[in-house]
């Protein structure tokens, strides 16, 4: 008959009169530790509308779709694509525009629930001359926050800051581009064929 050590047997009353180490859940709520990593969430007072947690997302599980007509951005977290990775957290430029938060799960069984997506909306600004949208008017006025004086030496930066003390009229896109447009809210590829026309 095999006896059993005096370890086997000290472990094994050890971890009868022990407290369990798993969770009660889903009977009893499981509160994770200070450093769980779990789905994130948008703040849109730090989002800027840059994209950049969607460009580094590994599992694509953020979008960014922009809408010229309502001149609008809108940033979607997928829950059921993603891993829990951080790196959208972790490359964000204000460091706050999203942040992992404790929850792991949802209850609800299809995918496609609202509760399954964070969104967050941006305002856009387009270009003046072909229409295209390049930029957030958030994410430009967080680049000349960071500029400080140098800003003004950008002209959709220093419409930016005109805007906050006068309405900047809009002009309909032209045939034909020209100096006087150089101060007029420019996508790069117009604002290259200005300086290169004014140059040349």
């Known amino acids: ?66 809408n ?31 942040t992992p938060t404790s929850e792991y799960a949802f209850p609800v069984a299809d995918t496609e629930a609202p509760e399954m997506f964070e969104r967050v909306q941006k305002t856009l600004v387009c270009c003046e001359n072909c229409g295209e949208p390049f930029a957030c008017r958030d994410h430009l006025l967080w680049i000349r926050d960071r500029l400080g004086a140098k800003a003004y030496a950008h002209p959709n930066l220093l419409l930016t800051i005109q805007s906050e003390f006068d309405t900047v009229p809009e002009e309909s896109p032209k045939s034909h581009l020209r100096r006087e447009d150089y101060t007029k809210w420019l996508c790069p590829h117009c604002r290259r064929t200005v300086v290169i026309a004014d140059e040349f």
């Open 1 to 66: 008959m095999y006896l059993p050590k005096l370890r086997e047997i000290k472990e094994a009353l050890g971890s009868f009169f022990s407290a369990p180490y798993t969770t009660k859940f889903p009977f009893e709520p499981h509160e994770p530790v200070d450093e769980f990593r779990g789905f994130p969430r948008y703040h849109e007072e730090h989002c800027v509308g840059c994209g950049t947690c969607a460009q580094v997302c590994p599992t694509r599980a953020i979008t960014v779709g922009d």
């Open 68 to 98: 010229p007509t309502t001149r609008t951005r809108t940033l979607t977290v997928d829950f059921a694509s993603c891993i829990h990775c951080g790196q959208c957290n972790e490359h964000c430029i204000t460091g706050e525009g999203i």
